[in-house]
C-alpha cells in the first residue's frame, strides 16, 4: 500500500503568521495535487505539480515538489482567518491510477 | 455553475435500509471517481468509471457497495443493507482523463452525508 503522510496533523496559529506543512512518500509521484477543503463541502483543487523541484505561487500560497518527486510543501505567508479548513495533498503514482489522499491538516487561523 | 453536483446533500436513514446517492460530473469529463471521507481522514477511493466502463471495483468496501455509470453521464452509488459503519460523507469527484495533459486532476461534488441511525 501506498502511504502519504502529512504533518502537523493539526495547526493553530495567529493572523499574520507564516506556515508550512508537508506531504511525503516512500514513493516517486506521477503528480501531485494539493486540496483545501471547508466542514461539509468536497475539496477543492488549488495546484497540480508535475516536475521535480517545482514551485508554484497562488497569492499567498507557495507549492513546492521536491527533486526526486517524493515529497511536496505548502506554505503561507501571513495567514488569514480565510485559510482555515483542511489542507489535503494526493499523489498519483503511475499517471493512471487513482488517487491516494493523506488525512490532511486542518489549519486555524485566529484572528 | 457547471461543476460536479450530488444529490442528496445529506441523507439519514436506519440501518438494513438501502441507499442511492447520485453524482453528476462536469460534463465533458470521461472519467467519474467515488470516495469516501470519514471524520479525520483523507478521501478514501472506492471505484471509478471511464465513460460508462468500471475501471477498477475491487476497492468498494463489501458486496453491499455497488455503483453505475450506464450512459456514461451521470453515476449512482448504492449501499444495501446499510449499517452504522457506513455513516460517513460520500464525494464524488471527475476528470478529463487524456485532454489537455492535466489527467491527474480531479474535481469534486459537494458530497453526500450519510447517517446511519
Known amino acids: 500500500t501506498q502511504l502519504l503522510e502529512q504533518s502537523p496533523q493539526f495547526l493553530s496559529i495567529q493572523e499574520g503568521e507564516n506556515l508550512t506543512v508537508y506531504c511525503n512518500s516512500s514513493?516517486?509521484?506521477?503528480?501531485l495535487q494539493w486540496y483545501r477543503q471547508e466542514p461539509g463541502e468536497g475539496p477543492v483543487l488549488l495546484v497540480t505539480?508535475?516536475?521535480?523541484?517545482e514551485v508554484k505561487k497562488l497569492k499567498r500560497l507557495t507549492f513546492q515538489f521536491g527533486d526526486a518527486r517524493k515529497d511536496s510543501s505548502l506554505h503561507i505567508t501571513a495567514a488569514q482567518p480565510g485559510d482555515t479548513g483542511l489542507y489535503l495533498c494526493?499523489?498519483?503514482?503511475?499517471?493512471?491510477?487513482?488517487?491516494?489522499f493523506g488525512k490532511g491538516t486542518r489549519l486555524s487561523v485566529i484572528a | 455553475d457547471t461543476g460536479v453536483s450530488q444529490d442528496p446533500r445529506h441523507k439519514i436513514t436506519k440501518r438494513g435500509q438501502n441507499v442511492t446517492f447520485r453524482c453528476d460530473p462536469i460534463?465533458?469529463?470521461?472519467?467519474l471517481y467515488w470516495y469516501r471521507q470519514t471524520l479525520g481522514q483523507g478521501p478514501e477511493f472506492l471505484t471509478y468509471?471511464?465513460?460508462?466502463?468500471?475501471?477498477?471495483k475491487s476497492r468498494l468496501l463489501s458486496d453491499r457497495f455497488s455503483a453505475e455509470r450506464p450512459k456514461g453521464s451521470f453515476s449512482t452509488l448504492e449501499i444495501q443493507r446499510t449499517e452504522q459503519g457506513d455513516s460517513a460523507m460520500y464525494l464524488c469527484?471527475?476528470?478529463?482523463?487524456?485532454?489537455?495533459?492535466?489527467?491527474?486532476?480531479?474535481?469534486f461534488g459537494p458530497g453526500t452525508r450519510l447517517t446511519v441511525l
Open positions: 505539480v508535475v516536475t521535480g523541484g
Open positions: 514513493s516517486v509521484f506521477s503528480s
Open positions: 468509471f471511464q465513460n460508462e466502463a468500471q475501471l477498477e
Open positions: 494526493a499523489g498519483d503514482w503511475s499517471g493512471n491510477t487513482p488517487l491516494v
Open positions: 469527484a471527475s476528470s478529463p482523463w487524456g485532454t489537455s495533459g492535466r489527467s491527474g486532476e480531479q474535481f
Open positions: 460534463s465533458e469529463h470521461n472519467r
